[in-house]
C-alpha cells in the first residue's frame, strides 16, 4: 500500500495563478483532511471530508476550495494564489468518519507564492 | 486558537538518554494524540490516548495524561539517532470536531 500520497511535492507560482494540488489514499479510508504548516503555528485544518460528497470547511479555509472526488482522492484548489499562501500543504486520511481519530499523513507539497 | 501546547520547544540530549516532552491543554478533551515528523515529511501516528486512560505504552515510548492538569507527557526511554524529529500534541480542539495541534517540540539526539 502506498498510503497517502501527494503531488505536486513542490510547486512555485506567482501572485494571481491558479493551481490544485492532488491527494488520494489506498486505505479505504472514510475522512480527508487538507492542512496547512507553517514555521511556529503547528498545522492548521483548511477543509476536510467525512465521506464522499462532503466536505466542511476548517480552521482557515478562506482563499481554498476543495473537491472530495470520490472516496480515494481529495483535491485542494488555490483560484488566485497570494503570498500569504506560501506553506507546506499536507492531506492526511482516516478510517473514522469523526476527525478525532487516528490519522495518517502524505509527504507534503511545499508551495511558494512570488 | 491554540489547544494543545508542547514543552520544550526544543530538545538536545546524548544519544541513550530518555526524552521527555510535555503538552498543556486548555479544555476538555477526548483523546489526545501524539504525532512525529521527521525533517521534511509527513506526520506519523504514534499514540492516541482516551480521557479515561491514564498511561499507555508503545515499545519505547510511553505518554501520560493528567486530565485535573490538563496535561500530557511523552517520554522516549533509551533514545537513537533516528528519534531525531519534531514530536506534536493533538487534541480535539474546545467541543470543535477536528483536530488541533501543538507547534511541537523539537529534539535532537547527539551521537
Known amino acids: 500500500n502506498a498510503g497517502v500520497t501527494q503531488t505536486p511535492k513542490f510547486q512555485v507560482l506567482k501572485t494571481g495563478q491558479s493551481m490544485t494540488l492532488q491527494c488520494a489514499q489506498d486505505?479505504?479510508?472514510?475522512?480527508m483532511y487538507w492542512y496547512r504548516q507553517d514555521p511556529g503555528m503547528g498545522l492548521r485544518l483548511i477543509y476536510y471530508?467525512?465521506?464522499?460528497?462532503?466536505?466542511d470547511k476548517g480552521e482557515v479555509p478562506n482563499g481554498y476550495n476543495v473537491s472530495r472526488l470520490n472516496k480515494r482522492e481529495f483535491s485542494l484548489r488555490l483560484e488566485s494564489a497570494a503570498p500569504s499562501q506560501t506553506s507546506v500543504y499536507f492531506c492526511?486520511?482516516?478510517?473514522?468518519?469523526?476527525?478525532?481519530?487516528?490519522?495518517?499523513f502524505g509527504p507534503g507539497t511545499r508551495l511558494t507564492v512570488t | 486558537s491554540q489547544q494543545g501546547e508542547e514543552d520544550p520547544q526544543a530538545l538536545s540530549i546524548q544519544e541513550g538518554e530518555n526524552a521527555t516532552m510535555n503538552c498543556s491543554y486548555k479544555?476538555?478533551?477526548?483523546?489526545l494524540q501524539w504525532y512525529r515528523q521527521n525533517s521534511g515529511r509527513g506526520l506519523v501516528h504514534l499514540i492516541l490516548?482516551?480521557?479515561?486512560?491514564r498511561e499507555k505504552h508503545s515499545g519505547r515510548l510511553r505518554v501520560t495524561l493528567d486530565t485535573s492538569k490538563k496535561s500530557s507527557s511523552l517520554l522516549i526511554t533509551a533514545s537513537r539517532a533516528a528519534d531525531t524529529a519534531s514530536y506534536f500534541c493533538?487534541?480535539?480542539?474546545?467541543?470543535?470536531?477536528?483536530?488541533?495541534f501543538g507547534q511541537g517540540t523539537r529534539l535532537t539526539i547527539n551521537p
Open positions: 492526511a486520511s482516516s478510517l473514522d468518519r469523526s476527525p478525532l481519530g487516528e490519522q495518517y
Open positions: 471530508s467525512a465521506s464522499e460528497g462532503t466536505t
Open positions: 479544555t476538555s478533551i477526548n483523546n
Open positions: 486505505m479505504n479510508h472514510n475522512s
Open positions: 490516548i482516551r480521557s479515561n486512560e
Open positions: 493533538a487534541t480535539d480542539g474546545q467541543g470543535a470536531q477536528k483536530l488541533v
